[in-house]
């Protein structure tokens, strides 16, 4: 019996077929039944770990687990312990509210999660006991003997021991963007993961051709598995709104903790009680407490969620929303992200120096032909007989489809065949009209080990041959045309050259055969001396949004890089076109990382922080390129569509997947990019900025007007005065009226100027210099405000304090319905803000005055809040009082911005 250990760490790629045999005590007829079904035994079902669901009671208990809602809970304990029940139901009401909504937004994300498992829940085609037969692919085990075949998903890990034209779609595991051709031959120890073309991992898909291979890994031993394992284990990275929302919850809380404390000694030297002391105090502690804060964040959180659901990313947890808006970094991975993933043919090139640019991209025939010293499109392809030749032999010696229907396009079979056929559309040779008006004899269909594709068919009366294929390959079925010396030399570094640019290349030949087809000889022995024709280049190319995304990356200060599993020479292109890399950088492969050492190696950290393209890079390598940027103090987006990104996800401050990714990326990233479009991952930095923009504008509201309610409490203090509001009063103004209308804040429109700021540092908390001067002086004139006021009703007036405070709510109201106005903008003009662009804004003012005006006629309110109706002109004349505190903060600014001018 084999053992799990005895197997775990060989290298497969580099055993011969016969010793993997006898390694696996397996043969060519399979294992029989009955060891299967001990080693089924040993090694455990084919299929990654059940993941954990999270279950709605986990998500409330996330949402209760907040620094800010501790400090509730506790103003709300302090609440009950003096009597004031009232004022420990609101608490709790709005603690209620901010749970609902969270749960809510959250609950919706995970639901829309896929299962780690669909990767290998599929059925394969074994052989046991010298017999084919049909299993579940979590039965299959070390052994085993697999058939592949087009189509097929690869359901563990496999030793090729044959194939026959075998493609594989390897590119969820490597970044490969190409789908590898594999064959049987021992290959060296130290051989990536990208280039074993002698093993087939789970979950990738056959795409041609037909294969056989011996299980040599199952479930969490397999690549996929490993991978899985190591994004389980991964450490994630905290967003950064919930670092500076702990590190302002801190600060709250020794700010209540020292004005208590001073309030306390005040009070006391002034002979006061202790129990109408500790009254005081929690008063005090109400006021400083910005009690609306919570659902106001999450609710701008859930309004900036749903307006990047618009622009195509879908955000899974609410605290990620801001953390594309700080990242410093993103680390973008290139096929289907920066390009479209759809081959497209670019160029043609003649021997005689003529070549053609076409325009367009991915599977279709949207686009032009343009010689390339001449802008203007084609207006007849008489003029240029070979480009007719040319096309015609892609057409006939192609075994795909694309066609368009109900509007659509739509295509089958390989990539390469799909672009030639939307090249002939371009030119306007339809594929259909081609083939049914060129009788067809015969084809040689692409295999690998050929590299070649032929077709056979009569056009003018004679038989005629041509094939495309690798060029050194067509190039041997060519005679080199009179006076031409090293032509094929030539032809081979031309395609060297672009080869080296990132383009795959084929060659195209025709030639007339002598006589008629012999029917008893094979195809590929009658093939006659070609005349060259010409190269077509193909490129995966750009995304048409991708080089102006980069480039508003650059003016937000934000540095796009890549890590690529690709060739270095495709990514290096790549990055070049778009302004990532330029041409004095050198692409970092995963080689070359090796050879620099340990990541924690000066030589290794500065092979990462010099580069901008990583190349064939393995998913641990990515891993260790996220951490050392992040350990060097950058905030790291990373993208990412496969199995070989979940680690980088999983560690990276924030994951972003790809709608067309594997399971396995969706289940880790944070956000989700339903369009795999870089320009939309942008677009959510911007979205992300603009939500930071509107939390602090929150915030600025809520503690601004706490601050004024403290300097308030101080100012009658030190006067000797009572107590201007109660209790039950503040709480109404943090959480009913001020509640109603910071609402209206989330909905702000961002700022032209947003994405020309350069990133916040993840470090740098939400109170920066000009936000913390316009808190305490817009806190200190509203307070100022509101207390002289008062002094003047109760000392001038000798107003009864129950109906002076009636009056001094009132005022605050006013002043939270003004003074949001002013939060709408640290520097700019409230009156050159447009009101259109928030509506919300005037409903939700006009809803928190009328809230209040209403309660003052309800009785149970006015018993509640000891308030009562006034006349209509002591409305106006408070109305009026308030509407300063614009002109104030106005002046601010225009001070503020002369003094320290925006960068």
């Known amino acids: 019996m084999i053992k799990k250990s005895s197997i775990s760490d060989k290298k497969w790629h580099s055993i011969g077929e016969e010793d993997v045999y006898n390694i696996l005590k397996t043969s060519a007829n399979g294992i029989d039944t009955k060891e299967a079904k001990v080693r089924l035994a040993n090694f455990g079902p084919n299929k990654l770990p059940d993941k954990h669901k999270i279950s709605i009671w986990k998500i409330i208990f996330s949402q209760l687990f907040n620094p800010l809602i501790f400090i509730l809970i506790a ?334 396009w739509q295509h089958f079979g390989d990539a390469m065949d799909v672009a030639l056929l939307g090249l002939g559309i371009k030119a306007g040779m339809s594929p259909l009209t081609i083939r049914n008006s060129i009788e067809s004899l015969g084809k040689i269909p692409y295999e690998s080990e050929k590299k070649y594709a032929a077709a056979f068919y009569k056009r003018g009366g004679s038989i005629h041959c041509g094939i495309k294929g690798a060029v050194e390959t067509v190039l041997d079925y060519c005679k080199a045309p009179e006076n031409s010396y090293y032509f094929k030399e030539k032809i081979l570094q031309q395609a060297n050259d672009l080869a080296e640019k990132g383009y795959r290349v084929l060659a195209f030949a025709e030639g007339e055969v002598a006589d008629s087809l012999q029917s008893g000889s094979e195809l590929e022995n009658q093939i006659p001396i070609l005349e060259f024709i010409g190269l077509i280049c193909f490129i995966d190319p750009l995304r048409a949004e991708a080089k102006s995304a980069v480039e508003k990356c650059k003016k937000a200060g934000v540095k796009v890089i890549m890590i690529t599993g690709d060739h270095p020479a495709t990514a290096g292109n790549i990055a070049r076109e778009l302004g990532i890399h330029d041409e004095n950088q050198t692409v970092v492969t995963g080689k070359m990382l090796s050879q620099a050492g340990n990541p924690d190696t000066e030589a290794y950290r500065e092979s990462v922080a010099s580069a901008s393209v990583f190349a064939r890079v393995s998913p641990q390598q990515k891993l260790e390129i996220v951490d050392v940027l992040i350990k060097a103090g950058e905030f790291v987006a990373v993208t990412g569509d496969g199995v070989n990104d979940a680690p980088a996800l999983r560690r990276a401050n924030l994951g972003v997947a790809m709608g067309s990714g594997t399971d396995v990326a969706k289940d880790v990233g944070a956000m989700i990019v339903v369009d795999d479009n870089f320009s939309s991952i942008v677009a959510g930095v911007e979205e992300g900025r603009f939500a930071y923009d509107n939390v602090r504008k929150v915030i600025y509201l809520l503690v601004s007007t706490g601050a004024a309610e403290v300097f308030m409490f101080i100012m009658a203090i030190i006067a000797g005065l009572p107590l201007p509001l109660l209790a039950v009063q503040l709480l109404w103004l943090n959480l009913v009226t001020n509640g109603i209308q910071d609402k209206a804040l989330a909905f702000e429109a961002g700022e032209p100027e947003t994405m020309r700021r350069k990133p916040r540092k993840p470090s740098e908390g939400i109170f920066n210099q000009i936000m913390s001067k316009q808190i305490l002086v817009s806190g200190f004139i509203i307070g100022a405000m509101a207390f002289g006021y008062w002094y003047y009703l109760i000392n001038y007036l000798k107003m009864e304090e129950q109906y002076a405070r009636n009056l001094v709510l009132l005022l605050m109201v006013f002043l939270q319905n003004f003074h949001i106005f002013n939060c709408r903008s640290e520097r700019k003009s409230t009156f050159r803000i447009p009101l259109v662009k928030n509506f919300w804004l005037i409903i939700l003012v006009i809803a928190a005055q009328g809230v209040h005006i209403v309660s003052m006629h309800i009785p149970f309110m006015q018993e509640l809040l000891r308030i009562h109706p006034i006349t209509l002109s002591e409305w106006g004349i408070i109305l009026t009082l308030a509407l300063p505190i614009i002109f104030a903060m106005e002046i601010f600014k225009i001070l503020y911005n002369k003094l320290k001018p925006q960068l």
């Open 75 to 408: 103003a709300a304990v302090a609440s009950i312990l003096i009597g004031e029940g009232e004022d420990a139901i609101f608490i709790f009401l709005v603690i209620l509210i901010n749970t609902i909504i969270g749960t809510y937004q959250e609950f919706n994300a995970e639901k829309s999660a896929a299962s780690l498992q669909k990767l290998l829940r599929i059925r394969s085609k074994v052989k046991r006991n010298n017999t084919a037969q049909h299993l579940d692919s979590e039965e299959l085990v070390p052994g085993d003997l697999v058939y592949l075949e087009s189509g097929n998903k690869v359901p563990a890990d496999l030793r090729l021991v044959e194939t026959l034209g075998l493609e594989i779609d390897e590119s969820f595991l490597t970044g490969e963007s190409q789908a590898v051709i594999k064959n049987t031959d021992v290959i060296k120890k130290d051989t990536v993961v990208a280039d074993r073309k002698n093993m087939a991992f789970a979950g990738s898909t056959v795409m041609s051709g037909r294969g056989m291979g011996i299980v040599v890994s199952t479930g969490l031993q397999t690549e996929v598995g490993k991978i899985a394992k190591n994004v389980s284990e991964g450490e994630s990275a905290k967003p950064p709104l919930i670092h500076r929302m702990e590190k302002f919850t801190k600060n709250i809380a020794y700010i209540v903790i020292v004005l208590s404390v001073i309030l306390a000694m005040l009070l006391r030297f002034q002979g006061m009680d202790m129990a109408s002391i500790f009254f005081f105090v929690v008063a005090l502690a109400v006021s400083a407490i910005p009690e609306g804060l919570p659902v106001s964040l999450t609710v701008a959180l859930a309004v900036a969620t749903k307006r990047m659901a618009k622009r195509n990313v879908i955000v899974r947890k609410l605290t990620s929303v801001e953390s594309l808006g700080s990242c410093t970094v993103i680390a973008s991975d290139k096929t289907g992200t920066l390009t479209v993933n759809q081959q497209t043919v670019k160029k043609i090139f003649f021997p005689d120096g003529l070549a053609f640019n076409i325009t367009g991209e991915g599977y279709n025939g949207e686009g032009e032909i343009l010689p390339e010293n001449n802008s203007e499109r084609l207006t007849s392809l008489d003029d240029y007989p070979e480009l007719i030749k040319i096309i015609e032999v892609s057409i006939l010696a192609n075994e795909a489809g694309l066609e368009i229907k109900n509007g659509l």
